[in-house]
């Protein structure tokens, strides 16, 4: 088998700005070696006067990327990444508490809302940035009070946006149809990702950075 880690020539340090088990296990199922530090940041008040919701993703990781390079001191490359829920042109955060996590399932029940994901790839020291975004509509299904119930007794929707995981045992028995990237549910669009990497690679190859 073939992992990605085989198709990109990494010759400096990757390090994940983010504390997200889904991520991290997104990221070693390519098969890449990396460091993770957390920013640490107030995303409530990072892009809060950006709109358009792809940009306003966008803005976060790179924010995030930001952070992480003013804790290390070492040359490396730099992900930072964040996704947000919307239904009817409002995001919907991590629940607060069950009473939330309850408020946001009924609300998407029998709807569809979107996730937007962005990237942000950071080179230390030259400071030299690249970013995506990928886009997806999920559809649930009906979902009746005891599934509900059921669900917010597991834990698992009181650190997620949406108040859900799809990657979920039980989350993802709620999701009748998705349009576009699976894994930017998750967390981390892998494809956006992957050839994101390669290009930055590639283009401070030309510049003679790395």
């Known amino acids: 088998m073939i992992k990605s880690s085989q198709l990109v020539n990494l010759k400096i340090p990757l390090v994940l700005a ?27 008040n990072v892009a809060k006067d950006i709109y358009d919701f792809s940009l306003k993703v966008t803005e976060i990781a790179k924010t995030k990327a930001l952070k992480v390079s003013e804790l290390i001191g070492y040359e490396a490359i730099i992900l930072g990444a964040d996704t947000i829920v919307v239904l009817d042109g409002n995001i919907l955060t991590k629940p607060n508490d069950e009473y939330e996590a309850r408020v946001m399932l009924k609300k998407l029940s029998n709807r569809t809302h979107i996730v937007f994901t962005g990237l942000a790839l950071l080179h230390k020291p030259s400071m030299n940035f690249k970013t995506c975004f990928r886009r997806t509509e999920v559809s649930f299904r009906q979902i009746f009070d005891d ?16 108040a859900y995981g ?18 930017n549910i998750v967390g981390l669009p892998l494809e956006c990702f992957y050839t994101s990497l390669r290009n930055f690679i590639n283009e401070l190859e030309e510049e003679g950075i790395l």
């Open 147 to 162: 599934e509900i119930e059921a669900y917010i007794r597991s834990g698992s929707p009181l650190d997620k946006a949406g």
């Open 18 to 44: 983010s504390s997200s088990p889904r991520r991290k296990k997104l990221l070693e199922m390519l098969g890449l070696e990396f460091n993770i530090i957390s920013p640490n940041i107030d995303e409530d």
């Open 166 to 183: 799809i990657q979920d045992d039980f989350g993802a028995v709620f999701v009748k149809n998705i349009n576009g990237c699976y894994y």
